[in-house]
């Protein structure tokens, strides 16, 4: 199971990017799709995560109202909305898989989840 990642860049405070994450050869439809971010020399940290089933989703309170999860079941892909990016939105994206549903406190836990994308990166700077 591979799971790619892309859509980073760089765009202006306030601007807008679509990040996305394909998976290759699975739908994780038992499973959980998640989105971290990191910057240098600090902890991964959980930006969002989604049950597929459902579509249940759950988000850090600084990206509440940004950013939206969804998903293409048809496409194998989950996307990762990003409005009104703040500079501090700056970061590798990673994208990750979880096989088995998973309850909504324990979705931010990096160790719960069985796949990782290889991380793509966003920079929000004018």
């Known amino acids: 199971v591979q799971l790619q990642a892309s859509g980073g860049g760089l765009v202006q405070p306030g601007g807008s990017l679509r990040l996305s994450c394909v998976t290759s050869g699975r739908i994780f439809s038992r499973g959980i799709m998640s989105w971290f971010r990191q910057v240098p020399g600090k902890e991964r940290e959980f930006v969002g995560g989604?049950?597929?089933?459902?579509?249940?989703?759950t988000y850090k309170n600084s990206v509440k109202g940004r950013f939206a999860i969804s998903r293409d079941e048809a496409k194998n892909t989950v996307y990762l909305e990003m409005h009104s990016l703040r500079p501090e939105d700056t970061a590798v994206y990673y994208c990750?898989?979880?096989?088995?549903?998973?309850?909504?406190?324990?979705?931010?836990?990096?160790?719960?989840?069985?796949?990782w994308g290889q991380g793509t990166l966003v920079t929000v700077s004018s």
């Open positions: 989604m049950r597929w089933s459902d579509e249940d989703a």
């Open positions: 990750a898989a979880r096989e088995n549903s998973l309850i909504i406190p324990l979705f931010g836990q990096p160790e719960m989840y069985d796949y």
